[in-house]
């Protein structure tokens, strides 16, 4: 079975603090994504990595960059954190050549203050 | 650009109820997949079906059933004697090759609906 998992399920920051948010996933997947989710908006992307030190921009980059330092780990970073950034955070992978059908970890639930 | 929309913001059945959740989707590629994941309140997507863009013959599995019509641009997802482990967040989502793109090749980016939250009742 593949596995995405997330280093923390719930986290709670201060305005302007600097936040690490973890995924790895044990199945050699070459393209990682991160996401986050609001009620009414679904999910949206953030970034994605096809390739170990590849990332390229999704639909709402700003506020957030990203580091894939190995194949299996894909790490979300919030420079600043700001309130606005208050949201669930979900990570998925999938292998290149595959049908697109993506793997997500449990998500993490990060509440700025 | 892709888009894809659940009209539906929450449904509420009772147990052993049939309910359909809808999903209206907008692309300009001929080639895409379309998927269903189910998102139960632990947290994680659950990846329920996904069908390509050149095969409209309708799928059923167990209880659940898709119903793909690329005339209307739609791909309903049916829920037969619904159980209440049914109750959960349900995103339907588009992958075309408008999405996550670089240096020529697409990555299969994932374009969600809003949701639709199911409550079955005892």
């Known amino acids: 079975d593949v596995k995405v998992t997330q280093s923390s399920r719930y986290l709670v920051k201060r305005t302007g603090e600097k936040v690490f948010l973890e995924c790895v996933q044990d199945m050699d997947h070459e393209n990682m994504f991160w996401y986050r989710q609001d009620p009414g908006l679904g999910l949206r992307l953030i970034y994605f990595?096809?390739?170990?030190?590849?990332?390229e921009k999704g639909d709402i980059p700003e506020g957030y960059s990203v580091s894939r330092e190995k194949k299996e780990r894909f790490s979300l970073i919030l420079e600043s954190a700001s309130t606005n950034q208050t949201s669930m955070y979900l990570c998925a992978s999938f292998p290149a050549g595959g049908s697109y059908e993506q793997y997500f970890g449990p998500g993490t639930r990060l509440t700025v203050t | 650009a892709q888009k894809v929309t659940q009209a539906q913001t929450e449904i509420s059945v009772v147990e052993k109820e049939d309910v359909t959740l809808d999903c209206v989707y907008e692309?300009?590629?001929?080639?895409?997949?379309l998927f269903w994941y189910k998102q139960p309140p632990s947290g994680e997507l659950v990846f329920l079906i996904r069908?390509?863009?050149?095969?409209?013959q309708n799928e059923i599995s167990g209880r659940y059933s898709w119903n793909f019509q690329k005339s209307t641009s739609s791909f309903n997802f049916t829920i037969t004697a619904s159980q209440v482990v049914d109750s959960a967040v349900y995103f339907c989502a588009l992958s075309d090759n408008e999405g996550a793109y670089a240096g020529g090749t697409s990555y299969g980016k994932l374009t969600f609906g809003q949701g639709t939250i199911l409550t079955v009742h005892p």
């Open positions: 692309t300009r590629d001929t080639t895409y997949y």
């Open positions: 990595s096809y390739d170990v030190k590849m990332k």
């Open positions: 069908r390509n863009s050149f095969d409209e």
